[in-house]
């Protein structure tokens, strides 16, 4: 207990506090520039960690982390692009928000929620990290396939629009997915002996290409103001954002913990756990009507998840070294470059660093919530003090920078052109983008589960079992068939009960 | 039969999407069993989808509410992005971007807004453009293409 506390007063050191202040600031502005997502806002500052003593370093780092995922919901809310993929889902309610002139509310239940949903992150990293981490062993190929499948599904049934469309986005995400190299056996695939198709497609590109031109290209015909702004601009509009999250304080709870445990799943990540999230609150929620249209349950639904999965993504990384998140990938380099081996004695052999770390990324969420405050009221401000006809080229050029940043090649930023405006004809015939961006990022996750479920079962001779007999993959199933087709069956028995 | 269409948009999208997946799975056809299994998964999938897709059109017409689009802003928009993204590596970021950026004010602008105005966004996307440069090329290390004129 003594060794805690003094951990906790290492991570309070002036050096520890600038660091996660300047992290958390660093953060928040590379999470909210699309194409520069989490994993690389870490990755490039990596190099710079080594210099500092390995607690410090591994503050900085995590800082940084939390601070881009919140600030993937800037952009998501303010030009309808997700900063990071964890942000799709904040894109359904976020936007519609910010076009009715609730633009800076916005912003502040984001800030709140991703508050809420980090500390529950952190504190279950603290306090039940190892018993946690055994629960990601029981996932198999198979639950992986469903979890993946699950993602999908609700996206399909919960996005606005047509869902028969949002489900034909999906499997459009999940085909274009497959081009290049196979992730099982190897194939090349789709390539049409095009050289620069064979590493396959550019998520973040396109992902960029496929919410921000059709945004960029309906700016263009629009009229009037592109962000209504609300009648008083002067106000931080502070306890207003403090009561909805209050009032909504079991929700944004569930959010967090669902997004912890999504969180502790390798590979699964923000994205599967903010749409998981979303979705449960939208199926609980006594104002299902107003999903996506501007609803604050939404937004805190997905904001609460997606920082949940931070602390949760440290679970399976510092216990079993297997990272939970591409960015807890990172982060597991650094510390193994600092000399610290994970597994389940370092919380007792090295237990010093790693709780200076967990401490320090309290800290770090804790800092991320004035910061994110404050800097967000001033990016709202400025976003609609914006004209359109310098808005336009700005977001453009953003696009322009922010895919070729990702691996300083010209190629993804054709990808993202080209996909763009994939995106606007599609766009147009009532396929959102969203499906189609989830199938893409959860495509690898899909079929490395699907194929090696498959070789599994093939080998016991009985694929059937293996997909639909093991309990959790049962649990997923229910699920999916749920999502599929309860809406339907729910419009059929209310006309049935008025006739 | 095509006036008995209610959903034309659903209908020729249905029509696009099943040609596609016939096109990809006998592109899976060719490949080894591991690597095809998932894509004729996901096609038959589409397939099923795109069926129920047609079928639908017939009976009822789902409407997609869209802005109403500028065809002639749009083009210009496009072509200029292209040329944008064309001429990044060739002309140099620096250049490439202030031009485009520019034209791309210019073409928003329209006749209705002051010269003056426009000539004050004009200044103050460049400084822009010139700030992210620096703070890309500097603070976060990204090599921005020099073009071919300018390299030392």
């Known amino acids: ?39 690389m806002a870490v990755a490039i500052l990596v190099p710079f960690t080594f210099a500092l003593e390995p607690s410090s370093g591994l503050i900085v780092l995590g800082a940084i982390y939390t601070g881009a995922i919140f600030g993937g919901s800037w952009s998501a809310i303010l030009i309808n692009t997700p900063g990071t993929p964890s942000a799709v889902a904040t894109t359904f309610d976020g936007y519609p928000m910010a076009k009715k002139g609730d633009g800076d509310l916005a912003m502040s239940i984001s800030c709140i929620s991703s508050f809420i949903g980090g500390i529950v992150g952190v504190i279950c990293l603290a306090l039940f990290a190892p018993p946690l981490a055994s629960i990601s062993l029981k996932f198999g190929p198979t639950e992986y396939f469903w979890l993946a499948i699950l993602g999908l599904t609700l996206i399909s049934t919960l996005a606005e629009g047509d869902n028969i469309k949002s489900l034909i986005g999906a499997c459009l995400g999940l085909l274009m997915s497959m081009i290049g190299v196979a992730v099982i056996g190897g194939d090349m695939r789709m390539t049409w002996n095009i050289s620069f198709l064979n590493s396959g497609i550019e998520i973040v590109s396109a992902m960029i290409g496929l919410f921000c031109i059709p945004v960029i290209l309906d700016l263009t015909s ?137 401490f320090g990324l309290f800290l770090a969420t804790i800092m991320m919530l004035p910061l994110g405050l404050l800097m967000g009221r001033y990016a709202y401000k400025s976003i609609i003090k914006v004209p359109r006809e310098i808005l336009i080229p700005i977001i453009i050029f953003l696009t322009i920078i922010g895919s070729y940043s990702i691996q300083n090649n010209i190629l993804n ?87 | 039969m095509l006036k008995s269409i209610k959903d034309k948009t659903s209908f020729i999208s249905g029509v696009c999407l099943i040609i596609l997946s016939i096109l990809l799975f006998y592109e899976a056809s060719t490949l080894s069993p591991f690597g095809s299994v998932f894509p004729f998964a996901i096609t038959t ?108």
């Open chain 1, 222 to 358: 629009m009229k009037g103001k592109h962000l209504s702004e609300n009648e008083t601009p002067k106000s931080l509009r502070l306890k207003e954002s403090f009561l909805i999250v209050f009032n909504k304080k079991f929700e944004a709870l569930r959010g967090a913990f669902i997004g912890t445990f999504i969180g502790i799943l390798p590979g699964a990540g923000g994205s599967i756990a903010s749409i998981v999230s979303y979705g449960e609150a939208k199926r609980s929620s006594k104002n299902k009507d107003n999903f996506g249209k501007g609803e604050p349950e939404g937004l805190i639904a997905s904001e609460t998840a997606n920082n949940a999965t931070v602390g949760g993504g440290f679970i399976p990384t510092l216990c079993l070294g297997i990272p939970g998140t591409p960015p807890d990938a990172v982060i597991l380099g650094a510390l193994l470059v600092q000399g610290i081996r994970t597994g389940d004695t370092l919380f007792t052999q090295q237990s010093s660093i790693v709780y200076t770390f967990i």
């Open chain 1, 413 to 499: 930023v054709y990808f993202m052109f080209f996909f763009g405006l994939i995106g606007w004809i599609l766009n147009r015939a009532g396929f959102k983008a969203s499906p189609i961006v989830l199938g893409l990022v959860l495509g690898q996750i899909a079929e490395q589960g699907f194929v090696q479920a498959y070789i599994i079962g093939n080998a016991q001779e009985n694929i059937f079992a293996n997909y639909f007999a093991r309990p959790i993959s049962i649990v997923l199933v229910i699920l999916i068939l749920l999502g599929l087709f309860l809406p339907t069956l729910k419009k059929i028995y209310n006309r049935r009960k008025n006739a």
């Open chain 2, 45 to 152: 999938a589409l397939t099923i989808l795109s069926v129920i897709l047609i079928f639908r059109s017939f009976k009822l017409e789902i409407k997609v509410i869209n802005e109403n689009v500028s065809s002639i802003k749009i083009s210009l928009l496009v072509v200029i992005f292209f040329a944008w993204i064309y001429f990044l590596e060739r002309s140099g970021f620096i250049l490439t971007s202030l031009i485009a950026f520019n034209l791309l004010i210019l073409i928003n602008s329209g006749i209705k807004i002051p010269l003056k105005k426009i000539a004050i966004y004009m200044v103050m996307g460049s400084l822009f453009i010139l700030l992210l440069y620096f703070g890309f090329k500097n603070l976060l290390l990204v090599p921005l293409p020099e073009g071919l004129w300018f390299r030392s």
């Open chain 1, 1 to 39: 207990m003594t060794n805690i506390f003094t951990d906790f007063l290492s991570s309070l050191s002036l050096i520890n506090l600038g660091l996660a202040f300047s992290g958390v600031v660093a953060g928040i502005i590379i999470g909210a520039l699309p194409g520069l997502s989490a994993t």
